[in-house]
């Protein structure tokens, strides 16, 4: 769900081939410049061993939509935090899968959050070139060495990345400059169903609320180098909509033999009869009524973000990258850039219903299923979206269909002069890398669990190297960079190295 | 998709388990006696020929959808046409999958056409009690002996039955008292896309034009030992819809992520768009623009026919065996059983977009496919009706959504007096064996290759005997019955014997 590069990286759409190049220059240090050192020795000197504990974990995959690896995940994590230094290491139970919640107290002044995920979305190994859970490191054409494997990119290789950045404080003898609050979960994938009960648990919530804010650590920079700072992303429901003659009363149980439907009704039509009230005829704009009561318009400061972004990016790029030929509409470019933005959306992940296999099979199937994603901007949430979607529904008569949530979490949003934002910033431009601040992603992450009551913190996303392929075939992370604007392993280890220090330090 | 008794036999459902039983009598002689008595000997003398004859062909599984064993099916089927005495056994090569033509001149009077399916549905091994492709003999409550195994009895145990026939002839000495033309397919199961190109090539057309009509072999015999005969059937079209960012421009040409809804069109609901235009918003009646143009209403015999079948039928029977609460509008019964023979009907078989697997995934599909059935009642047309479809869709700028037809075919209609019907009639009233006579099968079967021009044939189904299971999991076809008042193969065998007696004599 945390699947901002798929299937190529938003930062690739927004800002397109033609981006003008900066000079990566050394990371700012705030660290006295010896410590700095000694710590990037340290991390080269780990290297093989960062590389190898990235392997690992893809080897060992958590799926919570298959019930996949669960307990010996998050045990895995415990293990990770441990080995990393953490002092206090606690598996978190759920009502679903566990949760993770570590402490590192370095005696620091400041606190800061980390959020990390232990499950990797599924795969089909057919469609991969490598086995995705060999994590083979396989030359990646214009990027250089890359593990490629599930995870790869989401979350494991920069979460790789930030245990060894760690250990590198640990085998250079340096302190950590902030003290950590780790919390992870296993169902990020599934839409983080119980992970507000992680976070929530008293000694967890007091833990977290000591801490600046929670960062989750990316791998997102461009050919170009440039990457993102974002102030929030938009929220997100999964849900299957299920008709059934069985809910219905009417319509086959099973799948019955299609000449029956002279005379039975059929789920199928129902499930589409359903479907079409939800949207536009052109299938673009969300008709649930009352969808749009509380979403907030963009914000002039949004606009100005976002006009910026679009003045710098070549929409012809953007369409190439993602395969189209058109945006909706046919609409200016800033437009289809405040659409990406500021539009909630109903969308179709997947249909399934009879007969899915090659050529036809004549059946009356008994039952019909639609895979929706709905995204959400401030300040629709997610429970007032899915109560909306049910009274639509019933309203209409179709009170049989199903509504079955499996995730899903609000919008987040974080505020532009919180020190996480400005550290990002502050960390990116004293490196060399140019960074857009960007209003909203257009994809989700779980943000909302740090972002609203009671834990309230701000939250974003930091870190430099390049991955990509979340959720998709050939998921891959550098791990040796062969092009000098983008880093490989050691730089992102080293990104998360200034990063703590700028968090100790910025006003 | 000759697939009557799917996945309950029409007869019980018609007929329900209320049906008065009859006492079977000993089949008409119009043989000699003692022919008869020969050829019923050598009938029970080569039982377990018969059954190893119909186990070795369910273990070559051809399968026209997957190209398997379409070679191997038609040289196999040739290989049975000759050991059951056919003088001269050819293959016919067509645009697809070969067919088979076959002659048997026995010096008769009387030419008869038979037609065979060497194809077999697809199937899921999983799904069975009795591995399918084993042919094992189990022992069927309430049945007896049955094979189980994909084709038992669609098609392969009745023509099984019927090739036994043949042999009991040869074993005793008797020559056949009618000669015969066989013509087999391998893609029945595909909508006999090809078929037509067997029947119409010069020589087997004039071979088959010297017929007094073609059968198909069956085995439908209810608990009660009851059949039917079927003046008819509907025709029917099969095709796929299919919504594409490719065909339509715009949308993704492949899966991208779910958060570009916002700015990308979606191949799903357009999908989902173009359906819904296609039938009533029930679901239940087409409404393709000129679809009801030549339907032809029932006739005042065909209603007679309906209602004295609806009259010895209960509705409840029929749902419980159907697994449905309700039917089409809560119609009365006798309403209810002239809209399955008389309606005309557009039937969603499946549909697959996207994600398809367990939970959730957070794309936005390139592709949505809807696997459409339609059947046709007369005078529609498979032609016709795929006209309409298109420009129905055309109309509507739907001209991106594919139409890709995988096969089908117009109604068949037989005349109540011609001779096959007569023969049939006569067979099972000698025999004991209440019948019914029905003006149309809800089902499809590619009789109008003969009964429409250029063959211009009577066309139907016989065959004592009992199986079930088309197309679903454990089909099986009764070898040895525990019901005195259903037939086993030696039964069904002579049911056939007696058939072609009756074809030779029949005024």
């Not at 660290?31 to 340290?42: F, H, V, Y």
């Not at 199937?365 to 709905?374: E, F, N, Q, Y």
Request: proline share 6%; hydrophobic share 40%; glycine share 10%.
């Amino acid at each position: 769900m945390h699947d901002k590069s798929f299937p190529t990286d938003r930062r690739t759409l927004l800002k397109g081939a033609a981006a003008g190049a900066m000079l990566l220059t050394p990371g700012a240090a705030l660290a006295k410049a010896g410590d700095r050192e000694a710590i990037r020795k340290a991390a080269e000197a780990g290297y093989q061993d960062s590389v190898r504990r990235i392997q690992d974990w893809i080897k060992l995959p958590s799926i919570a939509a298959e019930n996949l690896n669960m307990q010996e995940g998050a045990d895995y994590m415990m293990r990770l935090a441990r080995d990393a230094g953490f002092q206090h290491v606690e598996k978190v139970p759920t009502a679903g899968h566990p949760g993770v919640f570590a402490t590192l107290d370095a005696g620091a002044k400041r606190w800061m959050g980390i959020y990390f995920m232990y499950d990797v979305k599924q795969f089909d190994p057919k469609e991969w070139s490598s086995p995705p859970l060999e994590a083979r490191i396989v030359d990646k054409e214009g990027w250089g060495k890359a593990i490629m494997g599930r995870g790869a990119v989401n979350q494991k290789g920069p979460e790789g990345a930030f245990l060894a950045a760690l250990h590198a404080f640990k085998a250079a003898g340096r302190k950590l400059p902030v003290n950590l609050v780790l919390v992870a979960e296993g169902e990020e994938e599934i839409g983080s169903p119980h992970f507000t009960q992680v976070v929530r648990r008293p000694d967890v919530l007091a833990a977290l609320k000591k801490c600046e804010g929670v960062v989750i650590p990316t791998g997102w920079q461009s050919r170009d180098g440039s990457t993102d700072v974002n102030l929030g992303a938009k929220g997100v429901v999964e849900l299957e909509l299920v008709a059934s003659g069985e809910k219905w009363g009417r319509g086959p149980a099973k799948d019955i033999h299609s000449s029956q439907k002279a005379i039975v009704d059929s789920p199928a039509w129902r499930l589409v009869a359903a479907l079409q009230t939800l949207v536009s005829p052109d299938g673009n704009t969300p008709m649930i009524d009352g969808f749009f009561d509380n979403v907030r318009p963009l914000s002039a400061r949004e606009r100005q973000l976002i006009a910026a972004n679009a003045a710098a990016t070549n929409p012809e790029d953007v369409k190439r990258a993602l395969g189209i030929k058109a945006f909706i509409g046919d609409e200016p470019w800033l437009k289809t850039q405040e659409r990406l933005a500021s539009q909630p959306t109903v969308n179709i992940e997947g249909l399934v219903s009879g007969y899915t296999g090659p050529g036809g099979k004549t059946i009356l199937p008994g039952r019909a299923v639609a895979k929706i994603d709905m995204r959400l901007v401030p300040n629709q949430t997610r429970d007032e979206i899915v109560g909306k979607l049910r009274a639509h529904l019933d309203k209409r008569g179709f009170q049989d269909v199903e509504v079955n949530v499996s995730g899903g979490y609000d919008p987040t949003e974080t505020a532009e002069n919180s020190r996480i934002i400005r550290a990002q910033q502050a960390v990116y431009t004293r490196s060399g890398v140019e960074h857009t601040l960007y209003p909203r992603l257009a994809g989700s992450w779980p943000g909302f669990v740090f972002t609203s009551a009671p834990v309230s913190l701000p939250a974003g996303q930091f870190g430099l190297g390049h991955g990509s392929g979340a959720h998709a075939p050939d998921e891959y992370y550098v791990i040796e960079s062969s092009n000098p604007k983008v880093q490989g392993l050691v730089g992102a280890t080293m990104s998360f190295v200034d990063f703590l220090y700028e968090m100790a330090s910025i006003k």
